[in-house]
């Protein structure tokens, strides 16, 4: 049993930005995938993505994209997107071991109702990779991001 503790304990101290899933408020709503996965324990990979500052301007970039793209814009033309690029940045931080908390609601919830399909959610992850090229974020370090993502489509796709 002490060992136990103690592994618990060391996992905790490892993880000082251990994340908590959000609740969801409608019971109909079915989570399938977590809103915050734990991708890796690469400790450099917030620093490799430029900290939150980096995180900051990764949004301001990609959410031009999505609105410059037919398959994404109507999603997003009449969105709060200040606050989506915020709750993205905090997202983000949180899957990355970032210092951050996650302020917004479960991705099942979110996202219920808008009839994603798969073309938007892939033109929304294609958009995403064009701008981290842009910003020249190593290709490792973008695969362990996309990596996390791709589960949440369960969560965000209509079918
Ligand atoms: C892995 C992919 C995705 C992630 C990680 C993601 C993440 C998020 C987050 C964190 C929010 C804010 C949550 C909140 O308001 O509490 C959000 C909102 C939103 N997302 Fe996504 N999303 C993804 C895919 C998509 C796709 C494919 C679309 C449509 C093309 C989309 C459209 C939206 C819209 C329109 C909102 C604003 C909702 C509102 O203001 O009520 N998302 N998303």
Same mark, same amino acid.
């Given at each position: 049993?002490?060992?136990?503790?103690?592994?618990?304990?060391?996992?905790?101290?490892?993880?000082?930005?251990?994340?908590t899933e959000p609740t969801v408020s409608d019971p109909t709503v079915v989570v399938?995938?977590?809103?915050?996965?734990?991708?890796?324990?690469?400790p450099n990979l917030f620093e490799t993505f430029g900290g939150r500052e980096g995180l900051v301007r990764i949004m301001d970039d990609v959410m031009q994209r999505w609105m410059a793209n037919d398959r994404t814009?109507?999603?997003?033309?009449?969105? !709060?997107?200040?606050?989506?690029?915020?709750?993205?940045?905090e997202q983000f931080?949180?899957? *990355? @071991?970032?210092?951050?908390?996650y302020s917004g609601r479960a991705m099942a919830e979110v996202h219920r109702g808008m009839n994603v399909n798969?073309?938007?959610?892939?033109?929304?992850?294609?958009?995403?990779q064009r701008t981290l090229n842009a910003? !020249?974020?190593?290709?490792?370090?973008?695969?362990?991001?996309?990596a996390a993502?791709?589960? *949440? @489509?369960?969560d965000i796709i209509d079918r």
């Open positions: 049993m002490r060992k136990f503790g103690i592994s618990i304990g060391l996992i905790l101290a490892a993880c000082p930005a251990a994340a399938r995938a977590p809103t915050l996965p734990v991708i890796t324990d690469d814009r109507p999603f997003f033309e009449n969105a !709060d997107r200040d606050k989506v690029k915020a709750l993205l940045v931080c949180v899957i *990355m @071991h970032g210092p951050c908390t798969e073309g938007a959610f892939f033109a929304l992850v294609e958009e995403l910003m !020249d974020i190593p290709f490792q370090a973008q695969n362990r991001l996309i993502l791709a589960p *949440m @489509h369960r």
